[in-house]
């Protein structure tokens, strides 16, 4: 026994000693590094570096040591990159004479001293004279400095004038840690007791915290060490420096294409290599960004078995291609090799997403030339994909001859600039004549893949250049066989004039007496489609059609001409393209040189927020156009603020939710019961004062897309939206567009699904429908109500409606409805809306795109969901599923995100107040099954999610219940996708 305590007494001394030992080596490198950050710190402070305090510490440059051999690359703009990179230089010279003058027998901090003297680096060193050295060492009355100094300049002159090389070679060796030896340090006795006494508090300490550790270890897992730094006491029991001591392990293989949730997981361990139990304690933040977005990420902190207790697991999901940064820290440090950067490549190609750029539905050209049509590859998330040749589908074209439907195989080449990531596929046409064309990607056509191919005879085409030069007086024969939906008994003929802006169809009497038949604008909507040759009538056959009035069909010898021409004009009149980017920068541009010579200065509005339609209708009703061209200054009587911007968008926006909210002012309502329907103007609203709000919301809207315009030629790219959703018919009489029963659908999906479809699909006969409309009208001052008969045509109500025009009777009634209803309230709207916007601009859109150009496309925010939804249960497997549900639809594109809304609600469309307005309120809600698709209970709003092994199988289980469940059996009770394997 006592020989084993004298030899645990001499292991005990031994591991003191080894100890103290070890503490005065720790309480050296402490000041050691205390007085480097000290140093660092300095530098950055000296030289007004703050902003790069940041960026040197995400490039692991703690010292000044590591800045000497730094070769920054920036990828950020700093404003003073030229200045650091100056510091540098500086400080390189700064160490290099350090080195010298330390080789030579000279203390460090002699460099100070030379510095004061304007000798920074080894040039100035190597250029001093005797004279110059003498007053350096005017201290030394010994003059041993000046000899020590004059040694070391003589020393540096032995290698010639290249002290360059002399300076480089001294900091090689800094690279690789040689520093010269100086003069030894002399430690006094009161500082080796401090020391020593130190020590000792250090082992009690370390030996007490490794007691106290061991007995966690054998109860439980270690306290968090998250905070403790690699400089701490801990470094004695190896359990230091645990963000130096990671695993990342990426589980899936580079390069990655989008569409698939991605999951990491980071192990951590101890210095000793044993594992660290993680818990939430311990502050890991993982920051996952792409495009200076921040991408929705879930993390799970340990696991099931003991050996994942040092296991962090990360999942998110990926939809947009392009560089991801990845930052993983533990109390708010960097992992080693934190941030990471991995790279997503877009998917395979989607044709329903992929179209030509400069889009045209007529191409014109010539035999002699090749046409070259530019596509822009695009996956199913939007993302501009790449074309591999060697994939199984491949860019293909069917050219056929209108008319005889005979195929045409024109000679055709493919070339791909691969940085563009643009496909130019050049066709030549070596046949004069009219053909239909259709650009597909495997058997799936693009999405305006479907084009037009009138090619000329150089003859031809002459004739068009001319008639594009003088602009009017450009007319041609041509026979009228149809129109009004009716077939003529006899040819008739007319007169085709052409100008930049109509295309006319006249008759004459006694060749002397014209009459205007038909009037068409020269814009997209305003079609050409062409048949084949008629014998009878030795011309070629097309039809003209604006969705306005209805179409009519003619022959002419010159209808390639006539088409060329009227193509070429259009072009010239919406930029020289038709797709939607392209019209929207030239509708700016235009609409700016319109009003390029009004005064741009400000006028103030005041306006009573209490009466804010009725203030503000008034603050304006005497504005003329130049007034409206003004920048509008806000001010809210009885509010202090001055107007910034702020005011005037909080302005636009309220005023419109005033005007176009159906439970605001009325002068917009909507078709059906339904918080989600589209507005249409109000037939109720009809008096004169009605009329002039009507006229007002047109100058609203006007003045909203003229700001925009204006917007987009600053830097800010500032827009200023309209927030309402007006109906399809609304928006299409807005551009002179005809308005038929198809528009039922989106603007009033009750009576579509329940009257319209129902028509259209079955027997009527026995339906006893007439072409007529009762409408019951309200009692006026005490008299009763009573029915009236509002027939469609003359004697509408005696006219049966049978299976032959059951198809005119539902266009009849989208007319008396959708327009003829409201046409006063639609001419005072349109009246406002011309003053600043002219009809021949805004005809350059459909309607779909008018909506986009004035209200913007439709975002759904995720943030928004989260503010406003209702969660039905709380257990813990359904709090993890929920957290997966938010990192899965994060990365979801907008038409994903309306096929989930049309998946739970039964619509894909929001009100305009967003989720917040959504009756009743967005509900998620647990299934209590397992592995299975999700369903929905779209009369109240409800997704309901199972319970899943991985957020994997959850991601392809959502995406499959959208897309197929949007196509399925639709129900009010519950919505759950058909025909899908359940166990995928």
């Known amino acids: 026994m006592d020989g084993n305590d004298s030899t645990r007494r001499i292991a005990g001394t031994g591991i003191i000693i080894v100890v103290i030992c070890v503490s005065i080596v720790i309480i050296q490198s402490e000041r050691s590094a205390a007085t480097t950050d000290r140093q660092f710190s300095d530098w950055i402070n000296r030289n007004d570096l703050a902003e790069f305090r940041t960026f040197l510490y995400e490039n692991e440059i703690y010292s000044l040591d590591d800045l000497v051999h730094f070769k920054p690359a920036f990828q950020t703009q700093f404003k003073k990159a030229s200045q650091f990179l100056e510091s540098v230089e500086s400080l390189r010279h700064e160490i290099a004479l350090k080195m010298w003058v330390m080789e030579q027998g000279f203390e460090d901090t002699y460099v100070t001293k030379l510095t004061r003297h304007s000798v920074v680096g080894l040039r100035q060193l190597h250029a001093l004279s005797d004279d110059d050295m003498m007053r350096i060492a005017a201290d030394d009355k010994s003059l041993n400095e000046y000899k020590m100094l004059q040694k070391c300049v003589k020393k540096l002159r032995t290698y010639g004038s290249d002290v360059n090389q002399v300076e480089q070679d001294f900091l090689d060796h800094h690279k690789f840690g040689y520093v010269p030896d100086a003069r030894s340090h002399v430690y006094s006795g009161w500082t080796v007791i401090v020391m020593v006494f130190s020590g000792l508090i250090v082992t009690f300490v370390t030996v007490w915290i490794m007691f106290i550790n061991r007995l966690l270890s054998t109860e439980g897992p270690l306290q968090s060490l998250s905070t403790l730094s690699k400089k701490s006491l801990f470094y004695l029991s190896g359990q230091y420096d645990i963000v130096q001591n990671t695993k990342v392990t990426w589980n899936w293989e580079e390069p990655e294409v989008v569409g698939k949730t991605m999951t990491f997981s980071v192990r951590f361990f ?24 921040e991408v929705t990420k879930t993390m799970t902190l340990g696991g099931v078995n003991q050996e994942d207790a040092n296991l962090l697991k990360v999942s998110f999901t990926v939809h947009k291609s392009g560089e991801y940064t990845i930052c993983v820290m533990i109390g708010g440090r960097h992992i080693k090799g934190s941030p990471f950067t991995k790279k997503f490549e877009a998917g395979p190609i989607d044709a329903s997403k992929t179209g030509f750029m400069n889009y045209t539905s007529t191409v014109v050209c010539t035999p002699e030339s090749s046409y070259p049509l530019t596509i822009e590859a695009r996956d199913s998330y939007g993302n501009i994909a790449a074309y591999k040749p060697g994939q199984n589908n491949y860019f293909k074209i069917r050219v056929a001859e209108c008319g005889t439907n005979e195929k045409y195989f024109p ?169 939607f980017q392209d019209k929207q920068t030239f509708f700016y541009h235009e609409v700016r040189n319109l009003h390029l010579r009004k005064s741009h200065s400000t006028t103030l509005v005041k306006i009573e927020r209490a009466r804010l339609l009725q203030s503000s209708y008034k603050a304006v009703k005497s504005f003329d156009v130049s007034d409206w061209c003004k920048n509008f200054e806000i001010s809210f009587v009885g509010e202090q603020g001055l107007d910034w911007g702020g005011l005037r968008r909080e302005w636009f926006e309220t005023v419109c939710s005033h005007l176009f909210d159906p439970a605001m002012s009325g002068l917009f309502k909507r078709l059906s019961d339904d918080s989600q329907g589209l507005v249409h103007p109000n037939q109720s609203k009809h008096t004169e004062e009605d009329l002039k709000m009507f006229e007002f919301a047109g100058k609203v809207v006007g003045k909203c897309l003229y700001e925009s315009a204006r917007g987009t030629s600053l830097r800010s790219s500032y827009r200023q939206l309209v927030k309402a959703r007006f ?48 409408e019951y009208v309200v009692g006026t001052n005490g008299n009763p109500g009573f029915v009236k008969v ?87 497997t359904f709090r993890r599923v929920l957290e997966w549900f938010w990192t899965i639809i994060d990365g979801f594109s907008d038409e994903q995100m309306a096929r989930l809304l049309q998946f739970t609600t039964g619509c894909s469309q929001l009100p305009p107040g967003g989720f917040a307005e959504l009756v009743p309120k967005f509900q998620i809600s647990p299934t209590y099954t397992y592995n299975t698709l999700p369903t929905a209970h779209t009369c109240f709003n409800n997704l309901c999610l199972p319970d899943y092994d991985c957020i994997e199988q959850f991601h392809r289980s959502l995406v499959i219940a959208i897309n197929e469940g949007n196509t399925a059996l639709e129900t009010c009770i519950c919505k759950r996708p058909e025909n899908v394997d359940k166990s995928s």
């Open 727 to 774: 109906s399809r018919s609304f928006l299409a009489q807005l551009i002179g567009l005809r308005v038929h029963y198809k528009y039922f659908e989106t603007d009033d999906p009750e009576l579509y699904k329940t009257k319209i479809k129902y028509i259209e699909e079955n027997d009527i006969e026995g339906m006893e429908l007439t072409f007529s409309e009762e």
């Open 270 to 293: 101890h210095k000793s290599t044993a594992p660290y139990p993680v818990s939430n304690k311990d502050n890991i933040t993982v920051e996952i960004s792409h495009a200076g977005s």
């Open 790 to 876: 509002i027939d469609f045509v003359l004697n509408g109500s005696k006219q049966e409606v049978t299976n032959e025009n059951k198809l005119q009777y539902l266009d009849h009634l989208a007319q008396y409805r959708l327009a003829n209803a409201v046409r006063d309230q639609i001419d005072a709207f349109l009246k406002g809306l011309n003053e600043l916007i002219p009809d021949n601009l805004l005809s350059i859109f459909d309607e779909n795109e008018l909506e986009l150009l004035m209200c913007g496309m439709r975002k759904y925010s995720v943030a928004d969901l989260k503010t406003n939804h209702v969660i039905n249960g709380s257990t813990p």
């Open 411 to 579: 000679p055709t080449q493919i070339f791909y600039n691969s940085r563009q990531k643009q496909l130019t596929m050049q066709i030549k046409m070596e046949r004069v004549g009219c053909y239909q064309a259709s650009v597909s990607y495997g058997d799936i056509n693009l999405k305006n893949g479907d084009f037009n191919i009138l090619v000329l005879s150089s003859e031809d085409h002459s004739c068009v250049e001319k008639n594009m030069n003088k602009c009017n007086n450009i007319w041609y024969k041509a026979r009228l066989i149809s129109c009004n939906n009716e077939k003529l008994a006899k040819p008739k003929k007319v007169y085709i004039y052409i100008t930049p802006k109509q295309l006319k169809l006249k008759e004459y009497f006694l060749k002397i007496i014209g009459k205007r038949l038909f009037t068409y604008r020269v814009c997209p909507s305003t079609k050409f489609s062409f048949s084949g040759y008629s014998n009878q009538l030795a011309s070629y056959v097309f039809t003209i059609d604006d969705g306005a009035q209805a179409p009519v069909v003619l022959a002419a010898k010159d209808r390639s001409i006539i088409a060329a021409t009227f193509t070429k004009f259009l072009l010239k009149n919406i930029g020289g393209s038709e797709t």
